[in-house]
């Protein structure tokens, strides 16, 4: 077999990180989906679900961000595949919209609060995880 040239590592490179980011995010999709199908009814509406689902993700993403082995290949398929597909700004948005146009401008500022003081300690909790897992390791890319 010849040895590649480097345009062509280049692009298998690139291929490989496109197909870890697919393999991430058709799953954290389907779950996301599957949350707000099944228990946006017992959380209050579709709003209760997608906290819940951007929660999820800023936990994740926070260990992701850690001290992690391998973790260029976990980034590109759990955070940049399964967690962009999770969670989303503008479902986000438009939960809060929705909450505005139904006259509930209280419940949507308790939705902004909440869900920027939540995601935050998620995200350092989930770092702290990481950091208490693998101890003080530098990042192995």
Known sequence: MARLERPDRL???ELKALALVAAGAVPGAL???QLVGLLGPQ???PWGANLLANLAG?????FLSGPLPYRTPLMLLLGIGFCGSLTTFSGWILDL???QDQG??????ALVLTSLALGLL???GGRACSRRLFG???PQF
Not at 58 to 62: A, D, K, R, Y
């Open 122 to 124: 998620a995200a350092l």
């Open 11 to 13: 692009l298998w490179s």
């Open 104 to 109: 509930q401008s209280l419940g949507g500022l």
């Open 97 to 99: 919209a929705s909450l």
């Open 31 to 33: 779950v996301r989906w």
């Open 58 to 62: 800023c936990l994740l993403l926070g």
């Open 43 to 45: 959380l209050g509406g």
């Open 136 to 138: 003080g390791r530098q």
